[in-house]
């Protein structure tokens, strides 16, 4: 609470109302002016500690639901849902639909769920244990300070003992928690890609892993044992439901940890802007994949050094997404579920390991750069499947003109490919490519 401002002006508002209280009687209990109160109710005030106390001492409820996800995701979820031509003749602004949410957040958040019902996209339609987990994800953008301090602590700590990241994290793990790395057959561990021997003590991986799959697994095996207290507060915090969902968030902050500790975040953001966030160059220099440097890219929001606001998306050959982080980028190419195929996301199937570019632009104007580029997780055995999903990253055109990739590009007036957020929610005409009628 002392490190971050808490705005919750509708919160407080409706506490007031609730309890039949004008403003002038409720800063008369809370022991302030009733222009500071409503100061704080526009969210022109954060509440400051000794305010939330008296607020819990005298209105008996939970202080902890103050922190709870915006209303329908926030402005910029609702923004992009009333860009779809339903409601291009309503001149809504950002101030609008501030007020709208501070003064009414629960009919904020009910046209959220009926949209999204009815046009078939959003969290609506995912499996409520995972739409609950990306939501608390979604809420931190995905960015979260104190576990990358800690990594980014721990990273300089081992570079001191050796340039070797996966020898020194195996170090670590031998020396402070005795524990070994042990490298097994395929043979000998057939069903899985790593498994915890604490009865032999041993992390033991498997030799389909990649170099980098291999530090990835190690550092985080490190971020269970060593940040273990901030990963549970971040758990505990979210209160979930659910047990799937918190194992779910437990796992990406475990690989959020890891990513960090492998790209430090100071070390990674200088290299990004040397390199004109070059991700064939960041994966050399920080011994990482394709995929963990794309989903490092959506992370980097640190107050005072911000990176690019990348979005991330994994599809498979089907087009189902099995990642997707949006990141600060507030892109409804994620939000979505449903996709385009004129999107050249699609077409990195079509060529294996090479990157795709591609310029696209939206019904409403705005146009995003992209990314993508094949990725198989492990290698697969003679006569197997072999698993290959095509990892697109992003941001919006205005800001993209720093990549490498984006040079020759006109990215303000040159061609782009016009795309839709799926079929059904796509009134262009005469697209090729129609499977649906717009809802």
Same mark, same amino acid.
């Given at each position: 609470m002392a490190e971050q401002k808490l705005f919750a002006g509708a919160a407080v508002r409706r506490i007031r109302r609730a309890n039949g209280l004008t403003q002038t009687a409720m800063a008369e209990a809370l022991a302030v002016s009733p222009s500071y109160l409503n100061l704080i109710e526009r969210n022109q005030r954060p509440l400051t500690a000794a305010i939330l106390l008296r607020l819990a001492e005298r209105f008996?409820?939970?202080?902890?639901?103050?922190?709870?996800?915006?209303? /329908? /995701?926030?402005?910029? $979820?609702?923004?992009?849902?009333?860009?779809? %031509?339903? #409601? $291009?003749?309503?001149?809504?602004?950002?101030?609008?639909?501030?007020?709208?949410? =501070?003064?009414?957040?629960?009919?904020? &958040?009910? #046209?959220?769920? =009926?949209?999204?019902?009815?046009?078939? @996209? /959003?969290?609506?339609?995912? $499996?409520?244990?995972?739409? +609950?987990?990306? @939501? &608390?994800?979604?809420?931190?953008?995905? *960015? #979260?300070?104190?576990?990358?301090?800690? +990594?980014? =602590?721990?990273?300089?700590?081992?570079?001191?003992?050796? +340039?070797?990241?996966?020898? +020194?994290?195996? &170090?670590?793990?031998? !020396?402070k928690h005795q524990l070994g790395i042990r490298i097994l057959p395929v043979d000998v561990l057939p069903d899985r890609l790593k498994r915890l021997d604490l009865h032999a003590r041993q992390l033991q991986l498997s030799e389909l892993l990649d170099p980098a799959s291999r530090s990835f697994a190690a550092a985080s095996e490190l971020a269970t044992l060593e940040a273990r207290a901030e990963i549970d507060g971040l758990v505990k915090g979210a209160g979930f439901a659910e047990r799937a969902s918190e194992r779910l968030f437990r796992r990406h902050l475990n690989s959020y940890f890891a990513a960090a500790l492998m790209m430090p975040y100071a070390r990674f953001l200088r290299a990004c802007e040397a390199t004109g966030y070059d991700i064939a160059l960041l994966q050399r220099r920080f011994g990482a994949g394709f995929e963990q440097v794309a989903h490092r890219l959506t992370t980097l929001q640190r107050v005072g050094a911000r990176g690019l606001p990348f979005f991330m998306i994994r599809i498979d050959r089907a087009?189902?997404?099995?990642?997707?982080?949006? /990141? $600060?980028?507030?892109? %409804?190419? !994620?939000? @979505?579920? =449903?996709?385009?195929?004129?999107?050249?996301? *699609?077409?990195? #199937?079509?060529?294996?390991?090479?990157?795709?570019?591609?310029? !696209? &632009?939206?019904?409403?104007g705005s146009r995003w750069f992209t990314l993508a580029r094949t990725v198989q997780p492990q290698a697969g055995r003679d006569g197997g499947y072999s698993t290959i999903f095509a990892v697109g990253v992003g941001l919006d055109a205005k800001l993209a003109a720093p990549l490498t990739a984006a040079r020759g590009i006109d990215l303000t007036s040159g061609e782009a490919t016009p795309i839709g957020l799926g079929c059904r929610a796509c009134t262009r005409p005469d697209c090729p490519q129609r499977s649906a009628p717009p809802a």
């Open positions: 008996d409820f939970d202080a902890r639901t103050l922190t709870g996800a915006a209303p /329908g /995701g926030g402005v910029e $979820a609702i923004k992009r849902r009333l860009s779809d %031509p339903l #409601f $291009a003749d309503l001149n809504l602004d950002r101030l609008q639909l501030e007020d709208w949410i =501070a003064a009414a957040p629960d009919a904020a &958040e009910a #046209f959220a769920r =009926a949209y999204d019902r009815l046009s078939g @996209t /959003g969290p609506a339609q995912e $499996a409520d244990a995972i739409a +609950a987990a990306r @939501t &608390e994800i979604e809420r931190w953008r995905n *960015h #979260f300070a104190d576990l990358d301090a800690q +990594a980014e =602590a721990l990273a300089d700590e081992l570079r001191l003992g050796s +340039a070797d990241l996966y020898g +020194a994290i195996a &170090e670590r793990l031998r !020396v087009g189902q997404s099995s990642k997707r982080y949006a /990141g $600060a980028s507030a892109s %409804p190419l !994620v939000e @979505t579920d =449903a996709r385009c195929p004129l999107w050249q996301l *699609h077409h990195a #199937f079509d060529r294996p390991g090479q990157l795709v570019r591609n310029l !696209v &632009e939206l019904e409403d």
